[in-house]
C-alpha cells in the first residue's frame, strides 16, 4: 500500500511570502505529526493530530504556524509571513493511534528555502 | 522537558563488523519509550528497533540490539555484520506519556566495504 506522501518535495518562496505544505497520512492512521528538521539537527515536534483535533500544538514556534486536518486524514500546515530562519525539512508522520503503541511511519519531507 | 544527546556526530565500521552507537536522555518521568530511527539520504526516516522503559530485557530486531541502561539513562544500538545498506544518519528518540517525540542530533554512520 502508499506510504506517507508530501507535496510538493521541494519549495523555494521569497521571505515574508505565504506557504502550505501537505501530507497524505496511510489511510485509516488517526493519529498525524508534524516536524521540522533543520540542517544537521534531528527532527523537532511541531503538532500531534489525533483525528481531526490538534491533540498537542505546543511544538509550534510561534502564531505564524498554523496546522489543520479537518477532516481526520490530509493535513496541511501553514506557515505565513515567512522567514529565513524557517528554511528547513518539514516531515510528517502518521501512526493507526498513540505512537506508544503502533510504529510512527514518516513521510519525505518538503524541503522549504526561504530566500 | 526531556533531552536527547548523542555524542558521536560520525562513525565508520569496516563492513561485516559491529559497530556500537551511543545515546543518553535526560527524564525524570518513569515512563517512556525509546527508539532508533535510521535516516538515508532520501530523508525518509525507518524506524529501526524500540524499547519500551518498563522492559528490563534489551530490544533486538535481527542484526540490530540494544543496551538499555535505564538507571543510567543510556540507550546504545549495537549493528552486527554491518552491511552497505546500514550506511546513513542514525536518530535516537524519545517518546513520553504525552505523545512527544524528542530526537537527538544524530550520528552518520559510514560502512567501509
Known amino acids: 500500500g502508499a506510504g506517507v506522501s508530501q507535496t510538493p518535495s521541494n519549495k523555494v518562496t521569497e521571505k515574508g511570502k505565504y506557504v502550505e505544505l501537505r501530507c497524505d497520512p496511510i489511510?485509516?492512521?488517526?493519529?498525524l505529526y508534524w516536524y521540522r528538521q533543520s540542517l544537521g539537527q534531528g527532527p523537532e515536534f511541531l503538532i500531534y493530530f489525533q483525528g481531526t483535533g490538534a491533540a498537542d500544538d505546543s511544538g509550534l514556534p510561534n502564531d505564524r504556524f498554523f496546522a489543520v486536518r479537518p477532516e481526520g486524514s490530509v493535513s496541511t500546515l501553514k506557515i505565513q509571513r515567512t522567514e529565513r530562519g524557517d528554511s528547513a525539512v518539514y516531515l510528517c508522520a502518521s501512526s493507526l493511534g498513540p505512537v506508544f503503541s503502533y510504529e510512527q511511519y514518516f513521510g519525505p519531507g518538503t524541503r522549504l528555502t526561504v530566500t | 522537558a526531556q533531552t536527547v544527546t548523542q555524542s558521536q556526530p560520525e562513525m565508520s565500521v569496516q563492513e561485516a563488523e559491529t559497530v556500537t552507537l551511543s545515546c543518553t536522555y535526560d527524564?525524570?518521568?518513569?515512563?517512556?519509550?525509546l527508539f532508533w530511527y535510521k535516516q538515508p539520504p532520501s530523508r525518509q526516516m525507518i524506524l529501526v528497533i524500540r524499547q519500551e522503559a518498563y522492559k528490563q530485557q534489551n530490544a533486538t530486531e535481527n542484526r540490530f540490539s540494544v543496551n538499555f541502561q535505564k538507571a543510567a539513562k543510556s540507550f546504545s544500538l549495537k549493528i552486527s555484520d554491518s552491511q552497505l545498506g546500514d550506511a546513513a544518519m542514525y536518530f535516537c528518540a524519545f517518546l513520553n506519556t504525552g505523545n512527544q517525540f524528542y530526537f537527538g542530533t544524530g550520528t552518520s554512520l559510514t560502512v567501509i566495504p
Open positions: 489511510s485509516g492512521h488517526t493519529a
Open positions: 527524564t525524570s518521568e518513569s515512563d517512556y519509550y
